[in-house]
């Protein structure tokens, strides 16, 4: 079953049967689940936001929001991997500058719990704990360790058959295992999702802010983070039942930083980019998915270019 097609609407407990779950399994396999915090979320506690060298939720692939609706628990565990090799620099023009990018390697792994309520009919529920993982290799300086846990709620209902509409919003905490991996304020990520479905393309994406509070750290200036503004699109097209190639946007643009002790924003704090990228869903079964892609920046300010491989591995049970 693909989601383009209305689950069956639940029958009471009792009578929910288990060829009813293995055919919302099927559909689920493709997905990475709502709400995938992406590596550029992780990478932003370890940078200043204008120095990210990945575009908030970046990882995510085709049908990622393809979700259903009226359906029994199930449970995910979905693992990221992330590798950017930014041999060059966007500086403050948009001029692209060679020697002064770096390589960081990311993971995320997290957990979902799916559920809908026979009390609110026709809408799906997502709960999800993610952690991330990073390594950073630059200006001949290297760190890594576990970044901020990110927590939170998704929710989304289907406008058609053929659609899906919803929202997730996310708290990630201040601190990683490391100084260098920890953003030292809190972040707030909320979005709106979507998807399209036809016969043999589909079309989703998500459109979002990323807050933070306040950063404070004893002996140095306060400063205010800048907001992030960011949205990621996916083209794909259904090949055969394996095999799904698709084509990626990504678009972020960071307001700058605001100095509290100074009274002034921090130069060049404000940054941009836009990143195209292709890549490759396997729907290995009704359970199980493997998504790998090809991503680089187009265009950029004030950050690292994006070089970048992601793969994605998806399991459910």
């Known amino acids: 079953m693909r989601l383009t097609e209305r689950p069956a609407r639940l029958r009471p407990p009792a009578l929910r049967t288990s060829a009813f779950r293995a055919l919302a399994l099927r559909a689920l396999a493709r997905l990475s689940i709502p709400g995938i915090i992406l590596l550029g979320i992780v990478l932003l506690g370890a940078a200043s936001a204008a120095h990210a060298s990945d575009v908030t939720l970046g990882i995510i692939g085709p049908h990622e929001y ?16 992330d590798g950017n090799a930014a041999g060059s620099y966007y500086n403050g023009s948009g001029q692209r500058v060679a020697g002064q990018g770096s390589h960081t390697w990311s993971g995320l792994t997290k957990y979902v719990h799916f559920r809908s309520f026979d009390a609110i ?3 799906g529920f997502a709960f999800e704990i993610i952690q991330g993982e ?31 509409f919803g929202f997730q919003t996310f708290m990630q905490t201040p601190v990683g295992t490391r100084d260098a991996t920890s953003p030292n304020y809190w972040s707030n990520i909320s979005s709106f999702i979507f998807d399209y479905e036809w016969k043999h393309f589909s079309f989703d994406g998500d459109v979002g802010t990323v807050v933070g509070s306040t950063k404070h ?16 699109l996916r083209w794909s097209w259904k090949a055969t039942r394996l095999l799904e190639p698709f084509f990626a946007l990504d ?19 404000s940054s941009r980019e836009v990143a ?11 359970n199980l998915s493997f998504t ?24 459910l049970w």
């Open 251 to 269: 678009w972020q643009n960071v307001t700058g930083t605001y100095n509290n002790t100074h009274h002034a924003y921090v130069s060049d704090s």
């Open 276 to 286: 195209l990228g292709v890549g490759m869903m396997f729907n290995i079964a009704k």
């Open 217 to 232: 750290v004893r002996g140095q200036n306060s400063y205010f983070p800048g907001i992030v503004f960011y949205s990621n």
């Open 66 to 81: 393809d979700l259903p609706v009226d359906f029994q628990p199930f449970n995910v565990l979905v693992q990221y991997g």
């Open 121 to 123: 009919p026709h809408v």
């Open 292 to 315: 790998t892609r090809y991503t680089h920046s187009v265009e950029g300010r004030n950050t690292p270019e994006s070089n970048a491989y992601y793969i994605k591995f998806v399991y």
């Open 134 to 164: 990073s390594f950073t290799l630059a200006n001949g300086r290297n760190y890594g360790g576990l970044g901020p846990t990110i927590v939170g709620p998704a929710a989304w209902f289907k406008p058609n058959a053929h659609s899906t």
